[in-house]
């Protein structure tokens, strides 16, 4: 049996696969329908993921088969395309499918509605069953990142970004007016207020 | 083992990935560890100098750049991750006008 290993310190590895129905509509498949959705979604803080708590990354994809690997292998295929999930993020499953329900459930209904038995799922408890249902342990996780609230951080990096500009701006400043614009910076950039002012998830220009 | 086969192999088992979200596109994880140092070492150099007089704020200050200086770096967007990523990126702001502003 495989060690599984869906967690790194207080980050989780989470990865679904979920059989998409083989129906269509418009003479399209409901997986080329559903690809073409993923496709045109867009990836920045407008990305239904970045609504998502406590999500560091995630990606979709469309799973059509696997791979013949070539003479003295036996050819095998899956019996359905997958909508396959794989998502970072911190704390623990539960909490986070839940909390990908309630934050945007429009937006998990409109990527999962092609799946097979997604239409039972009618509330965030319903959708962590499905989700139980669909999950594929990770053998190896490895986060490269910390394993910090995304709040802290997106606060962290704000401040990276923002402490660089005030060395860089004040070499060869006196004392006292380092003294001064250091309580300015202080009061402009709220180190211990992680809600603000803060970096957007996902927003590529901070 | 040789590059290329290597390559090929990859090549030829890879999954395209239809949607990707990163929620700090333009730092890498190193960045992220780095953020954490400057978060925890501003904190301590603010209580540490809260009362200090200008010369010794200035000896505090000098000693936490000190501390920081492999941690102190401004992130942008990488202008392009490969010529293939380019040409989706710009194909998809062509087919997609709302992605134009983004």
Redesign the interface.
């Known amino acids: 049996m495989m060690p599984v290993k869906n967690t790194s310190g207080r980050a989780y590895g989470l990865t679904l696969l979920c059989p998409i129905k083989n129906e269509s509509r418009d003479d399209r498949s409901y997986a080329e329908i559903l690809r073409d959705y993923l496709e045109n979604l867009r990836s920045d803080d407008a990305s239904p993921m970045a609504k998502v708590p406590n999500t560091y990354l995630a990606r979709f994809y469309v799973l059509n088969d696997v791979f013949y690997q070539g003479y003295g292998f036996r050819e095998e295929h899956l019996k359905s395309k997958y909508l396959v999930f794989s998502s970072n993020f911190h704390g623990d499953r539960d909490t986070y499918v839940r909390g990908m329900w309630n934050s945007n459930e429009k937006g998990v209904r409109a990527i999962w509605r092609y799946c097979v038995a997604f239409d039972d799922v009618q509330d965030a408890q319903g959708f962590l069953d499905y989700v139980k249902r669909c999950q594929v342990d990770n053998a190896l996780f490895f986060n490269g990142s910390t394993d910090d609230f995304l709040v802290e951080q997106l606060k962290a990096l704000y401040l990276k970004q923002e402490f660089t500009r005030f060395a860089y701006d004040n070499q060869g400043v006196g004392p006292e007016q380092l003294q001064k614009n250091f309580g300015e910076f202080l009061g402009r950039t709220q180190p211990s207020n992680v809600d603000e002012p803060t970096w957007l998830p996902g927003h590529p220009n901070q | 083992m040789p590059l290329q086969p290597f390559h090929a192999y990859i090549t030829?088992?890879q999954?395209?990935?239809?949607?990707?979200?990163?929620?700090?596109?333009?730092?890498a994880?190193n960045?992220?560890?780095?953020?954490?140092r400057?978060?925890r070492g501003?904190?301590a150099f603010?209580e540490d100098a809260r009362n200090?007089s200008?010369?010794d704020?200035?000896i505090k200050?000098d000693a936490l750049?000190n501390d920081?200086q492999n941690?102190?770096?401004?992130?942008a967007?990488t202008p392009i991750v490969s010529l293939a990523a380019a040409a989706v990126e710009s194909r998809r702001k062509g087919a997609?006008p709302?992605?134009r502003s983004?």
Request: charged share 15%.
């Open positions: 030829y088992n999954i395209w990935t239809n949607h990707y979200y990163n929620a700090y596109p333009s730092a994880s960045d992220v560890k780095a953020a954490r400057i978060k501003l904190e603010v200090s200008p010369g704020f200035k200050y750049l920081l941690d102190l770096s401004l992130m967007p997609n709302s992605l983004a």
